[in-house]
């Protein structure tokens, strides 16, 4: 079973998921040229080259279109955002660290708390009547 779904777990199932989420990390969401050698390659200095390598003998010469995937975007904001209140930090420590607005955080704080029942041990008392 692959932590990713669709190409990336096609490209994880080739590359493992350490490189999988080091290449969405950097590139998701674009085209990326496979090239016909990995040897300074973009996508060689990205993920290394014997791994390149191997992305060439799987996908061949050509582009490929990367998802946008957890490791970019709104999605990676909020998933640090929530790592982040799990830890202890106040809404402003998150808000400036995650680029997003307060009140934003506040939704998602909520949402966890109706998620899990919980926030951790470090908010618990904070909801408890």
Same mark, same amino acid.
């Given at each position: ?11 994880? #199932?080739? &590359? $493992? ?7 969405? @990390? *950097?590139? %998701?969401?674009? !085209?990326?040229?496979? /090239? ?8 060689? #200095?990205? &993920? $290394? ?7 060439? @003998? *799987?996908? %061949?010469?050509? !582009?490929?279109?990367? /998802? ?20 202890? @930090? ?40």
């Amino acid at each position: 079973m692959t932590a990713f779904a669709g190409i990336a777990g096609e490209i994880e #199932a080739v &590359i $493992g998921p350490v490189a999988t989420a080091k290449l969405l @990390a *950097a590139r %998701g969401g674009t !085209t990326i040229w496979v /090239p016909s050698r990995a040897k300074g390659s973009m996508l060689a #200095a990205l &993920i $290394g080259e014997a791994t390149a390598r191997q992305m060439i @003998a *799987a996908f %061949g010469q050509g !582009t490929l279109t990367l /998802p946008l995937s957890e490791t970019r975007g709104r999605a990676a904001r909020r998933q640090r955002a929530l790592a982040l209140l799990r830890n202890g @930090a106040s809404l402003t420590e998150v808000a400036l660290n995650c680029d997003v607005h307060i009140r934003t955080v506040s939704r998602w704080k909520l949402g966890l708390k109706a998620d899990t029942g919980s926030l951790g041990p470090l908010f618990d008392h904070v909801f408890d009547p």
